[in-house]
């Protein structure tokens, strides 16, 4: 019977003894030299890749690591969008998030396994996990919960600062606002609202703190509205709501909740507002086009690659040391400020 595949069927698997008996040398040799081990001269070891490269031959990875004791896989979710999982990758803070944690984790050897942020145990209890990481969690997240009674190594924010097994890294989302807020307060604004996501985050419940204490502080009257889902057409809705409502609108508007710049910009306008003659506007964003708009919008980002490389240093020297001792850290926003929130001369 022929070893050949039928046309167009699955390529035979090429085996260790297949690169042994082409590199005329012993299975044994084969494999030691194929993991850099064993005693033998160079020659010998490049014959043996050599071989390996022109058969097309690939270790069983699987087999290899699971001899090791473990998958190199690591969980991921999103807690913020439990309710609508999936949607996060439409988001530019949560896509980079994700693509810089998985470039991260896949640079040190582990791949990322992503996970409806709504799943249970039972349905990820049977997948080998070696450590997991739930994105931005929700208040009392039960994914949190359910992985740390687990004893599943985790990445997440400072919501678990102090917990054995539990890493964090986090934005001082304290000085972000403030830097935002004081930054429109120096250029004159005196009626600054605030558009945060309707999401029960450590996060949000921070930002929120810390204006209403910043409002208190300077003697001014909050204004502050919340969307009623992610997404570009719940923080247009809000943003319109915002600015159409009675009384007098803001001069100044933090969109926290996260949308393309060029579309908040409309929507102000849209409005009867200019920017920024009669509204100074700052967006949280990860976007590009917030410098191409007229005028550019200023923009606060909260360094989801930064947030991604930290936290995944963290978890593995974790994962290689076995110690469940807690770590964190802080890494810093940044405030691009451009025209939008400048107020122009008189």
């Known amino acids: 019977m022929s070893d050949t595949p039928p046309a167009g069927g699955p390529a035979p698997r090429i085996r260790l003894v297949d690169v042994a008996r082409e590199a005329g040398l012993s299975k044994t040799t084969v494999s030691a030299a194929l993991n850099g081990t064993g005693r033998m001269s160079e020659d010998v070891r490049r014959r043996a890749r050599e071989a390996a490269r022109r058969l097309g031959y690939r270790p069983n990875a699987t087999a290899r690591l699971l001899r090791a004791g473990h998958a190199r896989l690591i969980g991921y979710a999103v807690g913020e969008f439990a309710a609508d999982p999936g949607t996060y990758l439409g988001s530019p803070y949560f896509a980079r998030l994700t693509s810089a944690t998985a470039a991260a984790a ?144 803001p001069d100044a508007l933090f969109v926290l909740a996260e949308a393309g710049p060029p579309l908040v910009l409309d929507a102000v306008r849209r409005a009867g507002l200019a920017v920024p003659e009669q509204l100074l506007l700052v967006c949280a964003s990860e976007e590009p086009s917030a410098e191409h708009t007229r005028p550019p919008v200023s923009t606060l980002s909260m360094s989801p690659a930064a947030v991604a490389v930290k936290g995944i240093e963290l978890l593995i020297a974790a994962l290689e040391s076995g110690s469940r001792e807690p770590t964190g850290a802080l890494v810093p926003t940044r405030l691009e400020i451009r025209a939008s929130s400048l107020r122009p001369p008189d």
Do not use: K, M
Not at 111 to 117: G, I, M, N, S
Not at 137 to 143: E, G, T
């Open 106 to 249: 896949l640079e040190r050897g582990y791949a990322l396994v992503l996970l409806p942020a709504g799943c249970g145990p039972e349905e990820w209890a049977d997948l080998p996990l070696d450590a997991a990481i739930v994105a931005d969690p929700i208040d009392h997240d039960p994914l949190v919960e359910d992985f740390l009674a687990a004893r599943v190594p985790l990445f997440t924010d400072r919501s678990v600062e102090g917990r054995p097994g539990a890493h964090w890294v986090d934005v001082d989302a304290e000085a972000a606002v403030r830097e935002v807020l004081d930054h429109l307060h120096g250029q004159g604004a005196r009626r600054v609202a605030l558009l945060s996501p309707g999401t029960a985050t450590r996060f949000h419940r921070a930002v929120t703190d810390t204006y209403l204490h910043w409002c208190a502080e300077h003697g001014l009257t909050p204004r502050q509205a919340y969307t009623d889902g992610p997404g570009d057409g719940p923080v247009l809705a809000a943003v319109d709501a915002l600015l159409t409502g009675p009384g007098d609108p």
